[in-house]
Every structure is written in C-alpha cells, then in structure tokens.
Nanobody, 121 residues
Framework: VQLQASGGGLVQAGDSLRLSCKAS????????MAWFRQAPGKEREFVAR????????YYEDSVKGRFTISRENDKNTVYLQMNNLKPDDAAAYYC???????????????WGQGTLVTVSS
C-alpha cells in the first residue's frame, strides 16, 4: 500500500489548509486512517484518526475544534482540514493507514511521506 500526502505549504497564523492523502489499494474503505505530525527536534505525535465507517473521528486535544479529518472512500483519500492554524502546528504531517490483511486479526501500519506545514506568526 502506498500513501501520497499533499497540501502542505506556508501560511500565516489564523489561516487554513487542507491536507490530502491518497492511498493505493482496492479496499481503502476498510483502512483505518490517521494523521500524525513531527516538528523539528520533536517526536512524531498523533493528530487525528478516522475509522473505516468514518464515524467517531478522534483528535489530539490541541487540535480539537480546529482540525477536521474526513474521508472519501470512492477517491481513496483522507483529508485533514486545518483551520485557525497556529505556529505550534508547524510540522511535517504524515498520513498513516492501519490495514487488516485477509485472514489475520492484526492491523498492519503503513506510512506515507510527509507534507510540510509552515505557519508564520
């Protein structure tokens, strides 16, 4: 499975960006999808997750109310709408897929490459 993230860029504090992550594979609707981010000198951290049925999205506390994760299964794509961006949101953003291989009960993780978000104050 390959994941291609895009949509990063340079914005000012208070602006919005929408990240996209397109996945390969014919069973995207069964993937649990998530976004993570990693700022320079810091560990990668969880941002948001959306399950296979697109219900009950889950967010890291600092982005609640500002970020929205969504998915379009017919386009094999997951999105991260980021509003009211803050300098602390600046990071490389990575999408992650959790996939359950046929015949197993253990999800396997796949990572995409990062897309860089820079927020100027």
């Amino acid at each position: 499975v390959q994941l291609q993230a895009s949509g990063g860029g340079l914005v000012q504090a208070g602006d919005s960006l929408r990240l996209s992550c397109k996945a390969s594979g014919r069973t995207f609707s069964t993937y649990v999808m998530a976004w993570f981010r990693q700022a320079p000198g810091k560990e990668r951290e969880f941002v948001a997750r959306i399950n296979r049925g697109a219900s009950d999205p889950y967010y890291e506390d600092s982005v609640k109310g500002r970020f929205t994760i969504s998915r379009e299964n017919d386009k094999n794509t997951v999105y991260l709408q980021m509003n009211n961006l803050k300098p602390d949101d600046a990071a490389a953003y990575y999408c992650k897929a959790h996939i359950l291989p046929p015949g197993t009960n253990v999800f396997r993780p796949y990572w995409g490459q990062g897309t860089l978000v820079t927020v100027s104050s």
